[in-house]
């Protein structure tokens, strides 16, 4: 079963404008993970947030966790026609914490 | 290798037929972890590995599925008599640290399994 819903499924926006994905999730985490996929690639790591984190940045994105609606928010700024991907949040429980459960992905696209 | 690396890239069998899909993680990575993603799903956990140990088959579908990795590095992950409902991508991940605080994950490219 998957844990988190990234909100919305779908996104499409112009090159240059911000874009903003949610993901809710059910029960305690010890750590919130955002992913990237390309299509017909690979999954890759983006950015780990934990529980005792509210923000954090790396580069363009800036994630926010809010455990007490148990939620997440990946911001992308300045959007490029390379970002254009399914993104993905996966929970980390406190119980288990190695094993990741992920949502259905946002499916991003950067129009130029 | 620079990254994790998964044999075969593409798996096609017939209905009935055992696979045997590999799995060549990080050089050093302690953590082990198989993963199933259907078209269009975010993938789906089913099992991991410590080392050689296997910590977690909760998510493996039935007792079709199993998965070893007897030295601590290099895993297999096998089902046997294949039903067309087992196709998938199978994607395997490793991490460095078993700690729970801190298990960023790498991913393979996975294996494209399509069962006839």
């Known amino acids: 079963s998957q844990q988190g819903e990234e909100d919305p499924q779908a996104l499409s926006i112009q090159e240059g404008e911000n874009a903003t994905m949610n993901c809710s999730y059910k029960?305690?985490?010890?750590?919130l993970q955002w992913y990237r996929q390309n299509s017909g690639r690979g999954l890759v790591h983006l950015i780990l947030?934990?529980?005792?984190?509210r923000e954090k940045h790396s580069g363009r994105l800036r994630v926010t966790l809010d455990t007490s609606k148990k939620s997440s928010s990946l911001l992308i700024t300045a959007s490029r026609a390379a970002d254009t991907a399914s993104y993905f949040c996966?929970?980390?429980?406190?119980?288990?914490?190695?094993?990741?459960?992920f949502g259905q992905g946002t499916r991003l696209t950067i129009n130029p | 290798g620079a990254g994790v690396s998964q044999s075969p890239r593409y798996k096609v069998t017939k209905r009935g037929q055992d696979v045997a899909l590999r799995c060549d993680p990080i050089?050093?990575?302690?953590?082990l972890y198989w993963y199933r993603q259907a078209l269009g799903q975010g993938p789906e956990f089913l099992t991991y590995?410590?080392?050689?140990?296997?910590?977690?088959k909760s998510g493996l579908p039935n007792d079709r599925f199993s998965a070893e990795r007897p030295e601590g590095s290099i895993s297999t992950l096998t089902i046997q008599r294949t039903e067309q409902r087992d196709s998938a991508m199978y994607r395997c991940?490793?991490?460095?640290?078993?700690?729970?605080?801190?298990?960023?994950?790498?991913f393979g490219p996975g294996t494209r399994l399509t069962v006839l």
């Open positions: 991940a490793s991490s460095l640290a078993r700690l729970a605080g801190d298990n960023e994950q790498f």
């Open positions: 029960t305690s985490i010890n750590n």
């Open positions: 947030i934990r529980s005792n984190e």
């Open positions: 996966a929970t980390a429980k406190i119980q288990g914490a190695q094993k990741l459960v």
């Open positions: 050089s050093g990575h302690v953590s």
């Open positions: 590995f410590n080392y050689e140990a296997q910590q977690d």
